[in-house]
């Protein structure tokens, strides 16, 4: 699938490998980029104060970062085409991991904001929920911007996205909320922008999951069946959700967090994160490279 390079210290991650009885080989079937001993690490420090000197960083806390920081090292590696991609995020907070991302990777071209999508491969239907990890409260303008970059991260899974803008509010009940109108106004965007977007809303839950619910309540929806892309009004709605579900769905397959505009294949996981979820966003991850590759001849 792919070649893996491990940052850290060499000594713990080949003591790792033996006590798990792994056949892992430093140089044959892995690289091993040791904080302690980086080739890079004089480049990589030089580089981190360049881009951080007006925000703060001094070129001591520049230097002590590049030794200390793998997420950091790995950002370097990928800013500096030794790395095609990376995940990172096994440990601490999401925030952290997403700093070096946003300022050492940066965003996509033509995109203003990092957004979160999770997949949870159910037993009767795939849902993605955004956005997951990263706005507490979007607004109307970054909520549309999230749904154009999670509609075509499912079509990268096979699957035509059908948008649901979830709300307390279904289909101008609620005309006063300004949560209610966020959502509304989202709809608006979409529809002057991604016209061939199959998208409906503002909207119940039980509304998106069950056409016969939806046509109740409004008979002239975009689209029919199920939707499968489920796109919060905030930040509290998105995680509570998906954790919600993500425990209630017993041992079927979650896929994520899959991080939305940055300018390279990168991912931040969460401590939580299982073998099987990187192994499942490692194939993401490659996935993505190939398709840039393609897209680059």
Request: proline content about 4%.
């Given at each position: 699938m792919a070649k893996p390079i491990l940052v850290g210290r060499t000594s713990v991650i080949e003591a790792n490998i033996k006590k798990l009885g792994l056949r892992l080989e430093n140089g044959v079937n892995i690289t091993i980029v040791d904080q302690e001993n980086n080739p890079d690490y004089e480049k990589f420090a030089e580089d981190y104060h360049n881009i951080m000197q007006r925000k703060g960083v001094t070129p001591e806390y520049a230097q002590r970062e590049s030794r200390r920081r793998s997420t950091l090292i790995a950002s370097m590696l990928v800013r500096h085409g030794q790395a095609d991609g990376m995940l990172c995020g096994t440990y601490s907070s999401y925030d952290i991991h997403l700093d070096f991302v946003k300022n050492v990777i940066g965003l996509k071209e033509g995109r203003n904001n990092f957004f979160t999508l999770n997949a949870l491969m159910l037993e009767d239907r795939n849902l993605f929920i955004a956005d997951t990890y990263i706005n507490r409260n979007p607004t109307a303008e970054q909520l549309a911007e999230m749904t154009i970059l999670a509609a075509e991260e499912v079509r990268r899974f096979g699957m035509t996205p059908r948008v649901a803008l979830l709300s307390h509010s279904s289909f101008g009940s609620d005309q006063n909320d300004p949560s209610a109108q966020k959502m509304r106004k989202v709809f608006e965007i979409l529809t002057e922008i991604a016209p061939e977007l199959e998208v409906e809303g503002e909207m119940h839950a039980d509304a998106a999951l069950d056409e016969n619910i939806r046509h109740f309540a409004f008979p002239n929806s975009r689209f029919k069946g199920s939707a499968n892309l489920l796109i919060m009004p905030n930040?509290?709605?998105?995680?509570?959700?998906?954790?919600?579900?993500?425990?209630?769905?017993?041992?079927?397959?979650?896929?994520?967090?899959?991080?939305?505009?940055?300018?390279?294949?990168?991912?931040?996981?969460?401590?939580?994160?299982?073998?099987?979820?990187?192994?499942?966003?490692?194939?993401?991850?490659?996935?993505?490279i190939q398709e840039n590759e393609k897209a680059a001849l």
């Amino acid at each position: 699938m792919a070649k893996p390079i491990l940052v850290g210290r060499t000594s713990v991650i080949e003591a790792n490998i033996k006590k798990l009885g792994l056949r892992l080989e430093n140089g044959v079937n892995i690289t091993i980029v040791d904080q302690e001993n980086n080739p890079d690490y004089e480049k990589f420090a030089e580089d981190y104060h360049n881009i951080m000197q007006r925000k703060g960083v001094t070129p001591e806390y520049a230097q002590r970062e590049s030794r200390r920081r793998s997420t950091l090292i790995a950002s370097m590696l990928v800013r500096h085409g030794q790395a095609d991609g990376m995940l990172c995020g096994t440990y601490s907070s999401y925030d952290i991991h997403l700093d070096f991302v946003k300022n050492v990777i940066g965003l996509k071209e033509g995109r203003n904001n990092f957004f979160t999508l999770n997949a949870l491969m159910l037993e009767d239907r795939n849902l993605f929920i955004a956005d997951t990890y990263i706005n507490r409260n979007p607004t109307a303008e970054q909520l549309a911007e999230m749904t154009i970059l999670a509609a075509e991260e499912v079509r990268r899974f096979g699957m035509t996205p059908r948008v649901a803008l979830l709300s307390h509010s279904s289909f101008g009940s609620d005309q006063n909320d300004p949560s209610a109108q966020k959502m509304r106004k989202v709809f608006e965007i979409l529809t002057e922008i991604a016209p061939e977007l199959e998208v409906e809303g503002e909207m119940h839950a039980d509304a998106a999951l069950d056409e016969n619910i939806r046509h109740f309540a409004f008979p002239n929806s975009r689209f029919k069946g199920s939707a499968n892309l489920l796109i919060m009004p905030n930040l509290d709605a998105a995680n509570i959700s998906f954790n919600l579900l993500k425990s209630t769905s017993g041992n079927n397959v979650t896929i994520g967090p899959i991080l939305l505009g940055a300018a390279k294949p990168v991912h931040i996981l969460t401590p939580t994160a299982t073998t099987r979820r990187l192994v499942n966003m490692t194939a993401l991850t490659v996935a993505e490279i190939q398709e840039n590759e393609k897209a680059a001849l």
